[in-house]
C-alpha cells in the first residue's frame, strides 16, 4: 500500500531555516499537503501542491516537490518559536477522499 | 479558523458508560472523517462518509458506532471502551482535494 516516510524530529535555532523532508511511494499521488498541529490541537492545512507543479511558496513558507524521486519538502524561513509543533506530510490520489499520512516530524525551535 | 467544531473538547468516562462525541462543519463539505490519535502511533482513520454514506470503516471495535445524519454533522457513539481508546479523537471535513479538521476531543478512559 502507499507509504509517507518523515524523520521524527528536526531542531534549529530561532532566525534559522527549517527544511522538513518527506518521502511517499505512491506515483498517482496528485495531491500533497503539509499540516502543522500545535499541542492539544487538531491539524491545521498550512499549504498543499498539486503534482504537476515543483514549487509553491506562501509567505515564509516554500514547498518543493520532486516527482521523480517522490520527494516532498517544506522549509519555513526564519523560524520562530511560534513554529515549535508537529508537521505532518500527506498525499493522496485524484478522486480519492482518503489522504495518507506521514508520522509527522515534530519541529523544535531553540532560542 | 477551520471551520470545523467538535465538543466535548475533554471527556473522562468510565469503562462502562456510554457517551458520544459531537462534529459539525461550516464550510458546505461533502465528505466528513473520524481519527483517532494515541501518543506515539500514527494518525489512524476510523470512518469515512460521503454524502451521508459510510464508504470506509477501518477494522473499527464495535464499541465505537458512528452516525452521519446529514452532511454537517457527524457523531460517534461510545460504550464499553476500554483505557486503550484513551486518545485524542478528530473529526474532519473535506472534499476530494482539500481537508480540515476539528481541534479534538482528548477521551480518557479509565
Known amino acids: 500500500g502507499e507509504d509517507v516516510e518523515q524523520s521524527l524530529f528536526l531542531s534549529v535555532r530561532e532566525g534559522d531555516s527549517s527544511v522538513i523532508n518527506c518521502t511517499y511511494t505512491d506515483s498517482s499521488s496528485t495531491y500533497l499537503y503539509w499540516y502543522k498541529q500545535e499541542p492539544g490541537a487538531g491539524l491545521q492545512l498550512l499549504t498543499y501542491i498539486f503534482s504537476n507543479m515543483d514549487m509553491k511558496q506562501d509567505q515564509r513558507l516554500t514547498v518543493l516537490l520532486n516527482k521523480k524521486d517522490k520527494h516532498l519538502s517544506l522549509r519555513i524561513a526564519d523560524t520562530q518559536t511560534g513554529d515549535s509543533a508537529i508537521y505532518f506530510c500527506a498525499e493522496r490520489e485524484g478522486g480519492s477522499y482518503i489522504p495518507t499520512f506521514g508520522r509527522g516530524t515534530s519541529l523544535i525551535v531553540h532560542p | 479558523e477551520t471551520g470545523v467544531t467538535q465538543t466535548p473538547r475533554h471527556l473522562v468516562m468510565g469503562m462502562t458508560n456510554k457517551k458520544s462525541l459531537k462534529c459539525e462543519q461550516h464550510?458546505?463539505?461533502?465528505?466528513m472523517y473520524w481519527y483517532k490519535q494515541s501518543a506515539k502511533k500514527p494518525l489512524e482513520l476510523m470512518f469515512v462518509y460521503n454524502f451521508k454514506e459510510q464508504t470506509e470503516n477501518n477494522s473499527v471495535p464495535s464499541r465505537f458506532s458512528p452516525e452521519c445524519p446529514n452532511s454537517s454533522h457527524l457523531f460517534l457513539h461510545l460504550h464499553t471502551l476500554q483505557p486503550e481508546d484513551s486518545a485524542l479523537y478528530l473529526c474532519?471535513?473535506?472534499?476530494?482535494?482539500?481537508?480540515?479538521f476539528g481541534p479534538g476531543t482528548r477521551l480518557t478512559v479509565t
Open positions: 474532519a471535513s473535506g472534499t476530494a482535494y482539500e481537508q480540515y
Open positions: 464550510l458546505g463539505h461533502n465528505a
